[in-house]
């Protein structure tokens, strides 16, 4: 008690310096006052007392100081007091249910966007790192959900109403920032009303309501359409246990897709959100998505995280169509476009230093997932016609960045994906593929190109037919690697790991298949220092082991006597 009267003493010290706009001394007090009280939450919630009344009305005061650094000094008290309240009375409680609800009201005055600026207000802090303004606004709303979130868990039934009645307050008064501020504050509590479904009936009528005045709201500052697709974005879970409501939230959403920056920021991850949670509600929607997809302004527009998010939503829909016509249409004209923007981007960094070869790295990566993706939902070879026009623009790709090994390893990233997702469908490309990648190999000497290979061999090992190509497709490949090594082992560990995993996938479907020269430089290359490199070699020796080849026997005799150690000195590394 005595050190209770001592900290609301310094009360008054703390109002001089708010007088004074002294903030460093506002957040040093209010950071004192709030330690003590989280410290000693039970006590206040229990025995209360005039004291602990007062010490709670100060840290409320501190909640309104206009930094929001001192404002936010208190969040850590509101949080454990609400988690202290729980436990006691119903009387007591409804007197916290008061103080909660206040703190309601000053939480939603606290996260007004005071800046013009158009920004992204999904954005993460280091996106705008050189405007102070907005990252200080952003890092002030990315912790006040927590206090949010101790409201609502207060104030169930009342929270969502007290929403809407704030929105119905002030539809005359037409305040954007006002309004922006309470859809936060909805959006803010999406995971703890969705933590145990169903909704509460209350909760979600007040919901339902939010949600149809902010779909009916005439257009508005760009702030707070964001804030309001977020909103739809996080209460996905929600809108799945509620279809009628879909429809015109999902219509929505691709409207602002559609819509030129800043209009479409957070619709993206909305997009992708509400596929994922409410995938029957919106497949039947896919020839509208795929309209919007394939005009030639949306894509570019996007970020490439946005972008990303586009491609993982319209690819849920896909693989949830029932008719696979329909998703061979889909799959294809998803791809199309994704084609289009990577001949376009190549076109581009060959053309001008200047273009961010970064752009062409993200649109293979994107065609790298849209068939990595399908082809593991077991629909990949629905893609053979898009494949069958990637590769003049892969070869070209590669053909004009030889040199550039992140390049080129995301291009054979694509061919990989492409491979294994098509599959027997892609035979007749298969030798072209094949010689293609041998020639790049032989020009420029990285690892990407065999681990194409081993995805063809992968794929194709099983044919009988082929095992004399693959055969001499493997000392194609060590005529080629082994002059590259006598340079030096510790220097191409990652042309030493990707020619064992493809030597391990020949040995699969050719068992009776050896070379000296490979069994030679397994050896050697025990001593490596590359653990991925190390385990590719024992993978082979392993095979060759329990082979009842008797080369690979003989092998094993005539190096005995170095592998034994080597072997022992790899696992002890291992």
Same mark, same amino acid.
């Given at each position: 008690r005595v050190l209770t009267q001592a900290l609301l003493?310094?009360?008054?010290?703390?109002?001089?310096?708010?007088?004074?706009?002294?903030?460093?001394?506002?957040?040093?007090?209010?950071?004192?006052?709030?330690?003590?009280?989280?410290?000693?939450?039970e006590l206040i919630a229990i025995t209360g007392g005039a004291e602990g009344q007062a010490l709670v009305a100060f840290l409320l005061d501190c909640m309104r100081n206009p930094n929001r650094d001192v404002a936010a000094e208190s969040f850590d008290f509101w949080v454990q007091l609400e988690k202290t309240v729980h436990t006691v009375p119903q009387g007591q409680k409804d007197a916290f249910k008061l103080l909660y609800r206040t703190l309601l009201g000053t939480l939603i005055e606290r996260v007004v966007c005071d800046i013009d600026e158009v920004f992204d207000a999904g954005a993460k802090e280091d996106e705008y790192e050189d405007n102070e303004e907005i990252i200080a606004f952003l890092e002030y709303r990315s912790i006040a959900p927590e206090v949010f979130q101790s409201c609502y868990r207060l104030l169930p039934e009342d929270y969502m109403r007290i929403l809407y009645e704030a929105l119905a307050a002030n539809q005359q008064a037409a305040n954007w920032r006002i309004d922006e501020a309470i859809l936060f504050a909805v959006t803010a509590v999406a995971p703890s009303v969705q933590r145990r479904p169903p909704v509460p009936v209350v909760v979600g009528q007040s919901l339902s309501q939010i949600f149809a005045y902010f779909l009916q709201t005439p257009p508005r500052h760009a702030t707070y359409h964001q804030t309001g697709v977020a909103m739809l974005g996080a209460y996905s879970k929600w809108l799945n246990a509620n279809p009628e409501i879909v429809a015109p939230v999902f219509k929505y959403t691709l409207v602002c897709l559609s819509a030129p920056a800043p209009r479409h920021y957070c619709a993206a991850r909305t997009f992708c959100q509400i596929c994922t949670e409410c995938t029957p509600a919106v497949?039947?929607?896919?020839?509208?998505?795929?309209q919007i997809w394939s005009s030639s302004g949306t894509f570019r527009d996007l970020s490439h995280y946005d972008r990303e998010k586009v491609v993982e939503g319209i690819i849920v829909i896909i693989l949830s169509l029932p008719d696979v016509s329909i998703l061979t249409i889909a799959a294809n004209a998803l791809a199309g476009p994704l084609i289009n923007c990577l001949a376009a981007s190549a076109v581009a960094v060959k053309a001008s230093s200047s273009t961010p070869v970064e752009t062409l790295i993200h649109d293979a990566k994107l065609l790298t997932t849209v068939f990595g993706r399908i082809g593991a939902g077991g629909y990949g070879e629905v893609m053979i016609a898009t494949a069958k026009n990637c590769w003049a623009t892969l070869e070209s790709i590669l053909a004009d960045n030889a040199a550039n090994e992140d390049i080129v390893k995301t291009v054979c990233d694509v061919y990989i994906a492409v491979i294994l997702a098509v599959k027997f469908e892609m035979a007749e490309q298969l030798s072209s593929v094949v010689t293609i990648i041998m020639r790049f190999y032989a020009q420029s000497h990285?690892?990407?190109?065999?681990?194409?290979?081993?995805?063809?061999? %992968?794929?194709?090992?099983?044919?009988?037919?082929?095992? !004399? @190509? &693959?055969?001499?497709?493997? *000392?194609?490949?060590?005529?080629?690697?082994?002059?590259?090594?006598? %340079?030096?082992?510790?220097?191409?560990?990652d042309?030493? !790991? @990707? &020619?064992?995993e493809l030597? *391990?996938?020949?040995?699969?479907?050719?068992?009776?298949?050896t070379n000296e020269n490979a069994f030679a430089l397994a050896v050697a290359s025990m001593s490596l220092p590359g653990r991925d490199a190390v385990k590719s070699v024992l993978t082979y020796l392993g095979r060759l082991a329990i082979s009842t080849n008797q080369n690979a026997q003989m092998l094993f005799f005539k190096y005995g006597g170095q592998l034994l150690p080597a072997i022992f000195n790899a696992c002890i590394k291992l």
């Amino acid at each position: 008690r005595v050190l209770t009267q001592a900290l609301l003493s310094l009360r008054d010290l703390y109002t001089a310096a708010l007088s004074r706009n002294d903030a460093d001394i506002c957040s040093g007090l209010a950071g004192l006052v709030a330690s003590f009280a989280a410290e000693n939450s039970e006590l206040i919630a229990i025995t209360g007392g005039a004291e602990g009344q007062a010490l709670v009305a100060f840290l409320l005061d501190c909640m309104r100081n206009p930094n929001r650094d001192v404002a936010a000094e208190s969040f850590d008290f509101w949080v454990q007091l609400e988690k202290t309240v729980h436990t006691v009375p119903q009387g007591q409680k409804d007197a916290f249910k008061l103080l909660y609800r206040t703190l309601l009201g000053t939480l939603i005055e606290r996260v007004v966007c005071d800046i013009d600026e158009v920004f992204d207000a999904g954005a993460k802090e280091d996106e705008y790192e050189d405007n102070e303004e907005i990252i200080a606004f952003l890092e002030y709303r990315s912790i006040a959900p927590e206090v949010f979130q101790s409201c609502y868990r207060l104030l169930p039934e009342d929270y969502m109403r007290i929403l809407y009645e704030a929105l119905a307050a002030n539809q005359q008064a037409a305040n954007w920032r006002i309004d922006e501020a309470i859809l936060f504050a909805v959006t803010a509590v999406a995971p703890s009303v969705q933590r145990r479904p169903p909704v509460p009936v209350v909760v979600g009528q007040s919901l339902s309501q939010i949600f149809a005045y902010f779909l009916q709201t005439p257009p508005r500052h760009a702030t707070y359409h964001q804030t309001g697709v977020a909103m739809l974005g996080a209460y996905s879970k929600w809108l799945n246990a509620n279809p009628e409501i879909v429809a015109p939230v999902f219509k929505y959403t691709l409207v602002c897709l559609s819509a030129p920056a800043p209009r479409h920021y957070c619709a993206a991850r909305t997009f992708c959100q509400i596929c994922t949670e409410c995938t029957p509600a919106v497949r039947g929607h896919i020839e509208e998505v795929l309209q919007i997809w394939s005009s030639s302004g949306t894509f570019r527009d996007l970020s490439h995280y946005d972008r990303e998010k586009v491609v993982e939503g319209i690819i849920v829909i896909i693989l949830s169509l029932p008719d696979v016509s329909i998703l061979t249409i889909a799959a294809n004209a998803l791809a199309g476009p994704l084609i289009n923007c990577l001949a376009a981007s190549a076109v581009a960094v060959k053309a001008s230093s200047s273009t961010p070869v970064e752009t062409l790295i993200h649109d293979a990566k994107l065609l790298t997932t849209v068939f990595g993706r399908i082809g593991a939902g077991g629909y990949g070879e629905v893609m053979i016609a898009t494949a069958k026009n990637c590769w003049a623009t892969l070869e070209s790709i590669l053909a004009d960045n030889a040199a550039n090994e992140d390049i080129v390893k995301t291009v054979c990233d694509v061919y990989i994906a492409v491979i294994l997702a098509v599959k027997f469908e892609m035979a007749e490309q298969l030798s072209s593929v094949v010689t293609i990648i041998m020639r790049f190999y032989a020009q420029s000497h990285f690892a990407s190109y065999l681990s194409v290979l081993a995805a063809a061999v %992968q794929t194709f090992g099983t044919k009988q037919e082929l095992a !004399g @190509a &693959f055969e001499s497709l493997a *000392n194609s490949v060590s005529e080629v690697t082994f002059p590259i090594l006598q %340079q030096g082992l510790d220097a191409h560990t990652d042309i030493i !790991g @990707a &020619f064992f995993e493809l030597t *391990n996938q020949l040995l699969t479907f050719l068992p009776n298949f050896t070379n000296e020269n490979a069994f030679a430089l397994a050896v050697a290359s025990m001593s490596l220092p590359g653990r991925d490199a190390v385990k590719s070699v024992l993978t082979y020796l392993g095979r060759l082991a329990i082979s009842t080849n008797q080369n690979a026997q003989m092998l094993f005799f005539k190096y005995g006597g170095q592998l034994l150690p080597a072997i022992f000195n790899a696992c002890i590394k291992l």
